[in-house]
């Protein structure tokens, strides 16, 4: 699913014009990103929680010359699935 596919089922779930429910996703989005980027964790009930964590340093490999890269720390965004969507099977 992309974007697009995003827009079409707000259209047919909201029966709004596409700019409007382009607005709102993409409003949606931008609203994310800000949490997440303050650092905020995201918590969307019966569907998952978006949060920052942090990320050692490590060793890595380069694919091509097999040469070993140090990976420096960093922040990265983790996605944990809520109970409803992990038992989906």
């Known amino acids: 699913m992309i974007k697009s596919d995003l827009i079409e089922k707000v259209m047919e779930t909201t029966d709004l014009p596409r700019p409007k429910a382009a607005e709102a996703v993409d409003a949606l ?3 994310m990103k800000e949490a997440l980027l303050g650092g905020d964790r995201i918590e969307v009930r019966g569907f998952g929680v978006f949060q920052v964590k942090d990320r050692k340093r490590g060793v890595g490999r380069n694919p091509k010359t097999g040469e070993e890269v140090e990976i420096p720390p960093g922040k990265t965004i ?3 699935p809520g109970k409803d969507l992990r038992n989906m099977s």
């Open 78 to 80: 983790r996605f944990k």
């Open 29 to 31: 989005f931008a609203g």
